[in-house]
């Protein structure tokens, strides 16, 4: 395939590179470049507080615990979240969720979910499915949007938790998490909500929003380093942990402890990673989430109306900045959708990603799940430059190709 | 606790502080320093290799892919383990003993384990336990050696595994490993051994040594960061995954992919930790990992030979280079570990470990689960000057101690 392609690409636009600098715009993979603030905290944590934080009462463990709970105290201020203890770190938001459903959800359980769901939520569900927990899945419009009445209507007797993704990693659509909210605290069901495309970006605040557990990774909006997540866990919320070890408290006890967060967090911490996301958030805070949140939907306002000048794009979701997290899907019309990506990148040196995004239950939502969909995801680093640029050569990839 | 110790430290070393380096000796918590390789390369991923690898097909994504692949590779040379994909990666020893564990053992089943084993092994065996799974502590000799035909008569015909830890982190002392391989080789066992002490250091050949799944840990003797580790599986292992999730890989389907190591490697991975990691392989394999291991035995002699010349210190473990890591325990008499610890820190500026180190099991092997021990650890990077300054620092502190 990847041959066809390169020489499709090649017969189309003459194995000419642009001699240009990358555009980078798959942020909602991973946001690149990291604030030098992110690569500084971290590597100031590995010269000079390099010790395993909580398993030493020497002055550089103490150091290291030092950075570990200023980045819990940092995330649970930017989500509301009260005690820092209750924030939890993982590896990623896909731990977080599994940690999240498996440590709720028991056989006989009843479980919503919609069908924009990234695999880090579908696939634990289903393996839950086979172990006996009911699945009620919710249908989201083609966009990606989700009527929280349907969610009520889902609602059955043995209904446990109703877990949703905060905006869809492929159409970049909204879930109205807050009235779901209420609806789930009426009922006294547990709200989970995947926060990985959200954290840092859209307000979040988990007692307003009524989350008893809130999902995140550092690496995107957050502006931390890949190898890092999290959880927030609400204080009502009876989860049982993924993993058991050591945990530097109570090592004279077989059982695991039930103080948070060790409860969750066994092994030693991504100490560098979590310190680089704590710089991460400052980064945030310096800027103004308000601000980038701004920033961003100004670019995808400006490439959602270069794009629906183009005649032979179809661009899915809401088609709205204020609607939805800034990723914008589109296809070119009788194309694969990884042709155009190879294009761009190969051409013009522009990243972004095409495909299925690992989310197949949104794909068949928007009935993409055959071609799946060229991706563009934007961050607080894009620029209006980047955008014409993209614009432009989507234009002339379009009319060159057949 | 703290006020009393320091005031007891206060009253009898007067305050004074040596004005010198600090000497870090906690090597089995984390190493410490880091090579200039790990810091360079983790750096160096982040800035011109920082997109996610695997999830997309551009050349920012592949060269992340990249850096991943030929750590998976520098890692399945180090083990003898053949097949690279056969190298999974977690976020540290405890997750993929977790994942070995939980993946294997199944109600009914019997599993073989020693009395020197770290929480990340007998905190998930305790949960097992409760689910159903028999274990078996094999004691070991307050030393901590085990006596292999001490497994081999433990075996029963419902058992599933023997899962013992390579060398303890609280004596040092190594398990032969080789020899118990070939009892569970021979009975059709599966064996799993936790490397989080050796990995690096010792010789490891999975394939002569039978080792069925080899869980390690990145950020010790691997001289990678902390938030690396994984695990070795070998092909005849039937392994249920921890997590579900995204994998870049067969995205259009809600199963977990059975392809390794996709099937356990869910969500975005520690991509500049891995780059990392491998930074720290090299830079092993550039010392020469048998010149490490005789290096720091000889700073294991000549620590234990001054700790002998001692009164009132009580050593622990087999007191024998060749037959111990790079970890010496120790008591004086009639103290709390803590206070010494916290006296070496505070007055002599050397970081050392108290307490139980995470290991109640070995504690009541070697008759210290009230008091704990001090525990001594050395890397590459600890001279001999250093050594002689800590018995030093230890004679004055036991001289002045009441």
Request: glycine fraction near 10%; charged fraction near 25%; proline fraction near 5%.
């Amino acid at each position: 395939m990847r041959n066809n392609e390169e020489e499709s690409a090649g017969a189309i636009l003459c194995n000419r590179q642009e001699e240009t600098q990358m555009i980078y715009l798959d942020n909602a993979a991973t946001t690149w470049p990291k604030p030098e603030e992110t690569i500084k905290a971290m590597e100031e944590c590995i010269r000079n507080a390099g010790a395993n934080p909580g398993r030493g009462g020497h002055k550089m463990s103490l150091s290291a615990g030092r950075i570990i709970f200023e980045t819990r105290e940092a995330i649970a201020r930017l989500f509301n979240a009260g005690d820092p203890a209750r924030v939890v770190f993982t590896g990623n938001a896909t731990e977080s969720l599994n940690l999240a459903l498996k440590g709720i959800l028991k056989p006989g359980d009843h479980v919503i979910t919609s069908s924009m769901e990234h695999n880090a939520v579908a696939r634990p569900l289903y393996v839950l499915k086979n172990r006996g927990v009911e699945v009620t899945e919710v249908p989201c419009s083609p966009q990606g949007t989700l009527d929280p009445g349907d969610i009520a209507r889902a609602v059955k007797r043995n209904t446990k938790a109703v877990a949703v993704v905060h905006a869809s990693n492929v159409t970049g659509a909204i879930i109205p998490v807050e009235e779901i909210g209420k609806i789930t605290r009426e009922r006294g069901i547990y709200f989970i909500v995947d926060a990985a495309q959200t954290a840092g970006l859209l307000d979040i605040d988990v007692e307003k929003m009524n989350i008893d557990i809130l999902a995140f990774t550092g690496h995107k909006s957050l502006y931390g380093p890949q190898g890092t997540g999290g959880l927030y866990i609400g204080s009502g919320v009876l989860l049982e942990p993924l993993i058991q070890g050591g945990t530097g408290s109570k090592s004279e006890s077989l059982e695991q402890p039930e103080d948070l967060p060790d409860k969750f967090e066994s092994g030693t911490p991504n100490t560098p990673g979590i310190a680089g996301l704590g710089a991460g958030i400052r980064f945030i805070n310096s800027k103004g989430q308000a601000w980038i949140r701004r920033h961003e939907q100004g670019l995808v306002a400006r490439f959602l109306d270069g794009l629906e000048q183009m005649k032979k794009i179809e661009i899915y979701g809401p088609k709205d900045p204020a609607l939805q997290v800034p990723v914008v899907s589109i296809n070119v019309k009788g194309q694969d959708s990884s042709e155009i990506a190879f294009i761009l990148d190969k051409v013009f040196d522009i990243a972004c990603r095409s495909g299925l995004h690992c989310a197949p239950m949104a794909h068949k939502t928007m009935g993409t799940l055959e071609r799946g969909t060229v991706r563009f995801s934007f961050s607080v680093f894009n620029t209006e430059a980047e955008v014409d640029r993209t614009l432009e050569a989507l234009e002339r990839t379009v009319a060159e190709l057949p």
